[in-house]
């Protein structure tokens, strides 16, 4: 018995520094969420600054946006979530019915391209060629006959530009998991079907689809964690004072209240219900991911 | 077997080629048209006449951000903070990954230390919280607020986990017998066996620290110490971040250097492009590593 502890001593020697560096970057952080029931003055630091209860929480109750913002950003999580789920089923399913091997992988290839950009290459992409004056999206419209669309100035079209470009970035990567996981499915399947007389579009439905419907279920269910994620980095690049109406989300309005007026308290305070709700989605998600495909993280 | 083709088959299957053909058009056309505008001249790119070929082809504007000092420290500081962050990185995912592999049976710690790292990324103190932290610790500034909080990537950490756990347990036992400690049986056999894993993580190390940029514009005051994806990303939103008029802001847009910006964000993205091929295989493979289960 003595041996064996002995023997594992050099795991937990292995283990020790990413410990201490979680310890410190992520569970004194936690510690910090304090912050949340204090007036903060960070030259008193957390010891030092007054405690004031619920002040905070009462203060963003009372404010006017704060109720906007949360419907902002569940409002804009929400659809990315469900755009991200069927375009690439959609895209994957119909590339599965292509042929030519060189059109299918050039057209993986350029769709999984914007994925491994960040939001700054893209944002500024995005921020010329959206221009109403000189874009070219609006150019094209132009010859269609309509109005220039200000896609990043007119809080009526803000969101639904941050849903489409979100897409953009982010579709090729959920088409190649399912594009990998329907190279899965047992060939075997799909000659018993053709020997029983079944066209492509009975294969589709009653093969193709359900090979990847567990995968489906995992995504869709994992991505229930993200309802408060509407996409800080992408929004924080896109947007500006015109659409805050529309776009300012929790985490831009954190980062505007705390790190612009230094009212840090507050930002706390919005910081903490944002991790706390999304905790619990996150819990329910996995829970769920576990019951329906057998899904453990870790 | 011979599969006959009906009419409505064939036609579905033009319609198919046709829409992904544009589809794929469509993801690629804001770049190309972006990438047009930085090698045409300052002119044709103001009127508007670039669409999906350099108008007046010049480098000019290239030239010009690669002589411009701030680009170059920003690249400097990109460079550093890649190379330091990949170091720290891929060495505390391997001493993370490697115990935390080991079965419960045999490490009977082993899920109490999953717990903590797994609920260190489902909940968190906040952007404040942090960014005090990283203040009284005395880091604003340096080099290390940007490699130090992310010193652990549990994500990667979970993708070598996971391949480690398909090599057999054989190896370690055998590895015992032969009076091996768990510290050689990592540096000597696991390590050795798990090179495209490590390869594939190596990418996903490289790829997120090039692109992150939040943490530069959060914890740099000073402007020379922006890594440059937080120096562009200043660049780009200063037409759009400010409160002005319809009019003002689109006569901002018509003056500033719109070929000088995209020839800007095409140098940044430019070490991204160059990877992309072997990024892509290996993204794969880290797929592959990543849905297996324990």
Redesign the interface.
């Known amino acids: 018995m003595k041996r064996k502890s002995l023997?594992?001593l050099?795991?937990?020697l292995?283990?020790l520094?990413?410990?201490i560096?979680?310890l410190?970057?992520?569970?004194?952080?936690?510690?910090?969420?304090v912050?949340a029931f204090q007036k903060f003055v960070?030259a008193r630091?957390?010891f030092k600054s007054k405690w004031v209860g619920l002040e905070n929480f009462i203060y963003l109750l009372d404010m006017p946006n704060t109720f906007q913002v949360l419907w902002n950003t569940v409002y804009i999580a929400i659809m990315k979530i469900i755009a991200g789920l069927i375009v690439p089923i959609i895209?994957s399913l119909?590339?599965n019915?292509?042929?030519?091997k060189i059109?299918k992988r050039?057209?993986?290839?350029?769709?999984?391209?914007?994925y491994?950009?960040?939001w700054?290459?893209l944002?500024?992409?995005?921020?010329?060629?959206l221009?109403?004056?000189?874009g070219?999206v609006n150019?094209f419209l132009g010859i269609l006959g309509i109005e220039p669309i200000?896609f990043?100035?007119d809080d009526k079209v803000f969101p639904y530009t941050m849903v489409i470009s979100d897409v953009?970035k982010n579709f090729?990567y959920s088409t190649?998991?399912y594009l990998?996981a329907l190279t899965n499915i047992d060939p075997g399947l799909y000659?018993a079907a053709?020997i029983d007389g079944a066209?492509?579009w009975k294969r589709t439905i009653h093969i193709t689809l359900p090979g990847i419907v567990p995968i489906i279920t995992l995504m869709a269910v994992l991505s229930l964690?993200n309802v408060l994620n509407a996409g800080?980095?992408q929004i924080?690049?896109?947007?500006?004072?015109l659409v805050y109406r529309t776009g300012d989300i929790i985490d831009t309005f954190?980062?505007r209240i705390?790190?612009v007026n230094a009212q840090?308290g507050v930002?706390?305070a919005v910081?903490?219900f944002?991790?706390v709700v999304?905790?619990m989605f996150?819990?329910l998600s996995n829970k769920l991911a576990y019951k329906y495909a057998?899904?453990?993280?870790? | 077997?011979v599969?006959r083709e009906?009419t409505g088959?064939k036609v579905?299957?033009v319609f198919?080629?046709l829409?992904?053909?544009l589809?794929?058009f469509l993801?690629?056309?804001?770049?190309i048209?972006?990438l047009a505008?930085s090698l045409s001249s300052k002119s044709a790119?103001?009127g508007?006449l670039v669409?999906f070929w350099p108008v007046d082809f010049t480098v000019d504007s290239y030239k010009y951000a690669l002589g411009k000092n701030e680009f170059i420290t920003a690249f400097f500081v990109s460079i550093k903070r890649v190379i330091l962050g990949y170091f720290i990185n891929i060495i505390?995912a391997v001493?993370?990954a490697?115990?935390?592999s080991?079965r419960s049976t045999v490490?009977k710690?082993r899920n109490a230390?999953?717990v903590?790292?797994?609920f260190?990324i489902?909940?968190?103190?906040?952007?404040?919280?942090?960014?005090?932290?990283i203040?009284?610790l005395g880091l604003l500034d340096t080099i290390w607020a940007l490699v130090?909080?992310?010193?652990?990537s549990v994500l990667n950490?979970?993708l070598l986990?996971n391949f480690f756990r398909e090599l057999p347990n054989e190896i370690e036992e055998a590895a015992?017998i032969d009076g091996a400690?768990?510290?050689k049986v990592?540096y000597s056999i696991y390590i050795p066996l798990s090179k495209p894993a490590l390869a594939t993580v190596s990418l996903f190390i490289l790829?997120g620290h090039w692109?992150?940029?939040?943490d530069g514009i959060?914890y740099m005051n000073k402007m020379e110490n922006y890594p440059l994806?937080?120096y562009?990303?200043t660049?780009?939103?200063t037409?759009?971040?400010?409160?002005m008029s319809?009019e003002e802001?689109?006569k901002i847009?018509?003056v500033s250097d719109?070929t000088f910006?995209?020839a800007?964000?095409f140098l940044?993205?430019l070490p991204?492009l160059m990877v992309?091929p072997f990024?892509?295989k290996y993204?794969?493979k880290g797929?592959?590593l990543g849905?297996v289960?324990?």
């Open positions: 023997q594992q050099p795991l937990h292995m283990l520094p990413g410990v560096f979680t410190i970057f992520s569970y004194i952080p936690m510690l910090g969420i912050i960070p630091g957390i895209i119909l590339l019915e292509v042929g030519n059109f050039t057209v993986q290839t350029v769709v999984f391209l914007p491994f950009l960040s700054v290459i944002g500024g992409i995005l921020i010329d060629v221009s109403p004056s000189d070219i150019k200000f990043l100035g953009w090729g190649v998991v990998a000659e053709i066209g492509h964690g800080f980095e924080f690049t896109l947007y500006s004072p954190v980062y705390g790190m840090y930002a706390t910081g903490l944002k991790s999304s905790f996150i819990m057998g899904y453990r993280v870790l | 077997m599969i009906t088959r579905f299957l198919n080629y829409f992904l053909g589809v794929a993801c690629i056309a804001p770049m048209n972006v505008i790119a103001a508007g669409k505390l001493l993370t490697f115990p935390l080991r490490f710690w230390y999953s903590f790292f797994v260190s489902i909940f968190s103190g906040g952007i404040i919280p942090t960014y005090m932290l203040k009284y130090l909080p992310s010193a652990v950490v979970i986990m015992f400690d768990y510290w990592l790829i692109n992150s940029w939040f959060l994806q937080s562009l990303q660049v780009i939103v037409t759009v971040n400010l409160t319809l802001m689109e847009q018509k719109r910006k995209a800007q964000v940044t993205a991204i992309y990024l892509q993204f794969m797929l592959v849905s289960k324990g």
